[in-house]
């Protein structure tokens, strides 16, 4: 086998040297180091291969040397992955520190991050984190993004640059988006409130701000306590921008518990302050570590303005989610159905979980009554409903399920209406569609994206003209739960707690913790808290919107929709 490597004969010499490699023959590494260096690409390659089966340090140099020269990216990776095979940190080191060549100091660096002996550490990376040298640059902080746990080592790093005078937007924003990768290291968390504390421009402020919330959405699982002081100042700001980016930080992640008090304290007074943005005041409620037990009449007013027709999908949205959770008395409820009254079918839902404290008849029925009242009670659901009605009395429950049964239709009442709805929605106008599209009343945009904008809760919509037929866009809308779409199936999580969370799973690949797109945002859930996950049967998206629309914003809808079979 070893004199079939000199084979004159191309095939037989790829035929030795792979069977060198399966057999691991020591003895044959000089005659592959010698096919390495002069054999074809295809020679090479398999030679690489089977040195990096053999596992003899000697065939480092080589290896590296080749690295240096222009390669395919198939032979790239077979000599970067012989270097890694042979697994020697301090032949690949000596190699590398020699190296003349970019290349060669890659495919080095790289073996040395990924080897099961690997020594490597920050130090020699940080230098090479602004190299002159684009190929050098893209590795170490190729290498560096793998390496979450060098924050501290990096801090230094981040804070020199910032601070640079001559420093650009452009590679400011650069910076801090690498910041993100170590986010949950102490000292990055420093580094960005002391930055955030010294900006000297809103620029400056509304980038950082940016970057914390990047990492408070990915990295952190509660705010860290030295961000609390300059988010708090942010947030009091009287720039309406700078007071914005700052509310999305505090409500990405909950404040720490020992914090949370005068944390939740701070968020109430800027909640009170009329002179701010509802926006700005519903956000901060939103932010609170508990929802809110009592509330008295300017909070009350608040709240109700927020779930008003005429706000916008954001505020109405932020609104309903509080009076979801939070805690009313009798006349607050009495009150309270009067929005149930004209709330739209994103709110409603939230809006009914709140009379689930009550108990009293007069309560429940003044529920009932404003619901049959309502322009949205076919978005009704009776998973939704039922648990709400289940302490009230017999009457309230009788009620209840009168209202389900007039709004409930078996599939053939489906089939029918859809047949019979069809053809009065024909000749529709893109452009009035795409209005309808982004209208408040229905707001698809807030869950559905077309090109670039839009939310990501529901399926992309850019091509959904190419795959769906007229019919089965128009029984998407008109009832979303009759199929989804793949990778977009509901399930139902059930925690220790007792709380139950309805979404689509964005993320389940995570070791400690799935994240769940619901029908308000995101919710991350440790694994160790959940006790029962299941596939659901309800859509995220409310049933009935079609009552919320005329024929011809119906027909104009359609036609916006089929017309994305080109593109957005």
Same mark, same amino acid.
């Given at each position: 086998?070893?004199?079939?490597? #000199?084979?004159?004969?191309?095939?037989? +010499?790829?035929?030795?040297?792979?069977?060198?490699?399966?057999?691991?023959?020591?003895?044959?590494? %000089?005659?592959?180091?010698?096919?390495?260096?002069?054999?074809?690409?295809?020679?090479?390659?398999?030679?690489?291969?089977?040195?990096?089966?053999?596992?003899?340090?000697?065939?480092?140099?080589?290896?590296?040397?080749? !690295?240096? @020269?222009?390669?395919?990216?198939?032979?790239?990776?077979?000599?970067?992955?012989?270097?890694?095979?042979?697994? #020697?940190?301090?032949?690949?080191?000596?190699?590398?520190?020699?190296?003349?060549?970019?290349?060669?100091?890659?495919?080095?660096?790289?073996?040395? $991050?990924?080897?099961?002996?690997?020594?490597?550490?920050?130090?020699?990376?940080?230098?090479?984190?602004?190299?002159?040298?684009?190929?050098?640059?893209?590795?170490?902080?190729?290498?560096?993004?793998?390496?979450?746990?060098?924050?501290?080592?990096?801090?230094?790093?981040?804070?020199?640059?910032?601070?640079?005078? @001559?420093?650009? %937007?452009?590679?400011?924003?650069?910076?801090?988006?690498k910041l993100t990768l170590f986010g949950d290291s102490a000292a990055v968390q420093?580094?960005?409130?002391?930055?955030?504390?010294?900006?000297?421009?809103?620029?400056?402020?509304?980038?950082?701000?940016?970057?914390?919330?990047?990492?408070?959405?990915?990295?952190?699982?509660?705010?860290?306590?030295?961000?609390?002081?300059?988010?708090? +100042?942010?947030?009091?700001?009287?720039?309406?921008?700078?007071? @914005?980016?700052?509310?999305?930080?505090?409500?990405?992640? %909950?404040?720490?518990?020992?914090?949370?008090?005068?944390?939740?304290?701070?968020?109430? *007074?800027?909640?009170?302050?009329?002179?701010?943005?509802?926006?700005?005041?519903?956000?901060?409620?939103?932010?609170?570590?508990?929802?809110?037990?009592?509330?008295?009449?300017? &909070?009350?007013?608040?709240?109700?303005?927020?779930?008003?027709?005429?706000?916008?999908?954001?505020?109405?949205?932020?609104?309903?989610?509080?009076?979801?959770?939070?805690?009313?008395?009798?006349?607050?409820?009495?009150?309270?159905?009067?929005? /149930?009254?004209?709330?739209?079918?994103?709110? &409603? =839902?939230? &809006?009914? +979980?709140?009379?689930?404290?009550?108990?009293?008849?007069?309560?429940?029925?003044?529920?009932?009554?404003?619901? #049959?009242?309502?322009? !949205?009670?076919?978005?009704?659901?009776?998973?939704?409903?039922?648990?709400?009605?289940?302490?009230?009395?017999?009457?309230?429950?009788?009620?209840?399920?009168? /209202?389900?049964?007039?709004?409930?239709?078996?599939?053939?009442?489906? /089939?029918?209406?859809?047949?019979?709805?069809?053809?009065?929605?024909?000749?529709?106008?893109?452009?009035?569609?795409?209005?309808?599209?982004?209208?408040?009343?229905?707001?698809?945009?807030?869950?559905?994206?077309?090109?670039?904008?839009?939310?990501?809760?529901? =399926?992309?919509?850019?091509?959904?003209?190419?795959?769906?037929?007229?019919?089965?866009?128009?029984?998407?809308?008109?009832?979303?739960?009759?199929?989804?779409? *793949?990778?977009?199936?509901?399930?139902?999580?059930?925690? *220790?707690?007792?709380?139950?969370?309805?979404?689509?799973?964005?993320?389940?690949?995570?070791? $400690?913790?799935?994240?769940?797109?619901?029908?308000?945002?995101?919710?991350?859930?440790?694994?160790?808290?959940?006790?029962?996950?299941? %596939?659901?049967?309800?859509?995220?998206?409310?049933?009935?919107?079609?009552?919320?629309?005329?024929?011809?914003?119906?027909?104009?809808?359609?036609?916006?929709?089929?017309?994305?079979?080109?593109?957005?």
């Amino acid at each position: 086998m070893r004199r079939a490597l #000199n084979d004159r004969d191309e095939s037989v +010499r790829h035929a030795a040297i792979h069977s060198a490699g399966l057999s691991r023959d020591i003895g044959a590494v %000089p005659g592959l180091s010698q096919a390495l260096k002069t054999g074809s690409p295809a020679i090479q390659r398999v030679a690489a291969e089977a040195l990096g089966r053999a596992g003899d340090p000697r065939a480092v140099p080589d290896l590296v040397a080749l !690295a240096g @020269s222009p390669l395919d990216r198939v032979l790239e990776h077979s000599v970067t992955y012989a270097l890694i095979e042979i697994n #020697n940190p301090a032949a690949t080191s000596d190699a590398a520190s020699r190296a003349t060549s970019s290349r060669s100091k890659r495919a080095a660096l790289i073996a040395l $991050d990924q080897m099961d002996n690997s020594t490597l550490a920050a130090q020699p990376i940080i230098p090479l984190l602004d190299s002159g040298d684009p190929v050098l640059k893209e590795t170490a902080w190729w290498i560096a993004g793998h390496h979450p746990d060098w924050g501290s080592a990096l801090a230094g790093f981040f804070s020199s640059r910032l601070a640079r005078p @001559s420093i650009g %937007p452009a590679e400011r924003v650069e910076l801090e988006q690498k910041l993100t990768l170590f986010g949950d290291s102490a000292a990055v968390q420093q580094l960005l409130a002391s930055t955030l504390e010294r900006a000297s421009s809103q620029h400056d402020t509304l980038s950082i701000l940016r970057t914390m919330a990047a990492i408070a959405r990915t990295r952190i699982k509660t705010l860290p306590t030295l961000w609390m002081s300059p988010l708090l +100042r942010a947030l009091s700001s009287g720039d309406a921008e700078t007071a @914005s980016a700052s509310m999305s930080v505090v409500r990405a992640v %909950p404040a720490a518990k020992d914090a949370a008090p005068g944390f939740n304290a701070s968020l109430l *007074r800027v909640a009170r302050d009329e002179s701010r943005p509802i926006e700005i005041r519903l956000g901060a409620l939103a932010a609170m570590t508990e929802p809110l037990t009592s509330v008295d009449p300017p &909070l009350f007013s608040l709240l109700r303005t927020g779930v008003e027709p005429g706000q916008s999908i954001s505020v109405r949205s932020t609104a309903a989610a509080i009076v979801e959770k939070a805690t009313f008395d009798r006349a607050q409820l009495s009150t309270l159905t009067s929005s /149930l009254r004209t709330a739209g079918p994103l709110e &409603l =839902p939230r &809006l009914l +979980r709140a009379f689930g404290s009550a108990t009293d008849e007069a309560t429940g029925l003044a529920m009932i009554a404003a619901l #049959n009242q309502s322009a !949205a009670r076919s978005t009704v659901r009776a998973d939704v409903l039922r648990p709400i009605v289940a302490k009230y009395p017999d009457s309230v429950r009788q009620a209840a399920n009168t /209202l389900l049964a007039s709004v409930t239709q078996d599939a053939a009442d489906q /089939l029918r209406r859809l047949e019979a709805l069809l053809p009065t929605i024909q000749g529709g106008d893109v452009v009035r569609g795409q209005a309808v599209f982004n209208n408040p009343k229905v707001a698809c945009y807030s869950c559905h994206a077309i090109g670039y904008m839009g939310g990501r809760i529901g =399926p992309d919509l850019t091509r959904i003209g190419q795959v769906r037929s007229e019919r089965d866009l128009l029984e998407a809308i008109a009832y979303p739960s009759a199929s989804f779409a *793949r990778g977009y199936e509901p399930v139902v999580v059930k925690t *220790r707690s007792g709380q139950v969370y309805t979404g689509v799973l964005r993320n389940n690949d995570l070791p $400690d913790e799935i994240v769940l797109a619901t029908e308000r945002d995101e919710a991350r859930i440790l694994r160790r808290d959940i006790t029962e996950m299941q %596939p659901g049967t309800v859509s995220l998206m409310p049933p009935g919107l079609v009552d919320q629309l005329t024929r011809q914003e119906l027909a104009d809808l359609l036609a916006f929709l089929k017309a994305t079979r080109s593109g957005a």
